[in-house]
């Protein structure tokens, strides 16, 4: 297991439409989470799921936004109609225990543009 | 609320000097870890090093330590004989609830040959 990996690593968009991203965390691990980054800022928080369960939601988080992890295994986070302010990077994480305790191994993440 | 400050957006060191990153932090919380996190250009996230609160031991990892002051809530990260490679933000980061980390805006860190 090489890491936690996203995929794509850019999209370009235009906006009003759809995208989807995924990301495989690293097998053991049964927590994960997304983040966004904007150009400047630190990483925010979005949500996170233990194993298929989505357990916490930033108010970030718009009805736009929906992410999944069905089978506990790889996750998908969909931005239905894109906004301008949705550009940004958009990061997974995973760990194997609440980040209290460990750390958490970060993806490349995937960088959204939308024009 | 949790939050988490750096006041350093941009900082540099010549080759082989030694650099310190500040972070202060806010929280309720009595027993906690801290994190610095490392992102290189176009590459993902690394934790660079952990500290626990109830540890009166600063933690150390080869060059990078910190100097971690609970009373204070300063949590600062010292690179010493830095090196091209440690070119990067740094984003220290406060974990909240176990499930999520606030993190700071980063401090851009260039290395001079």
Redesign the interface.
Known sequence: DT??SQDPRHKITKRGQNVTFRCDPISEHN?L?W?RQTL??????LT?FQNEAQ??K?RLLSDRFSAERPKGSFSTLEIQRTEQGDSAMY?C?SSSE????T??F????TRLTVV | AQT?T?SQ?EMSVQEAETVTLSCTYDTSEN???L?W?KQPP??????VI?QEAYKQQNATENRFSVNFQKAAKSFSLKISDSQLGDTAMY?C?F?Y??????????TSLTVIP
């Not at chain 1, 970060?106 to 993440?109: A, E, K, L, Y």
């Not at chain 2, 609830?97 to 980063?106: C, I, K, L, V």
């Open positions: 890491g936690v927590r989470y983040y400047g800022q630190g990483p925010e928080f996170y357990l916490e930033s990061l994480a609440d980040t209290m305790n750390e958490a970060f993806g490349q993440g | 988490v750096q957006p027993n906690y870890y994190f996190y176009s590459r993902q996230m690394i934790l952990r984003f980061a974990p609830t176990g499930n999520q980390f606030y993190f700071g805006t980063g």
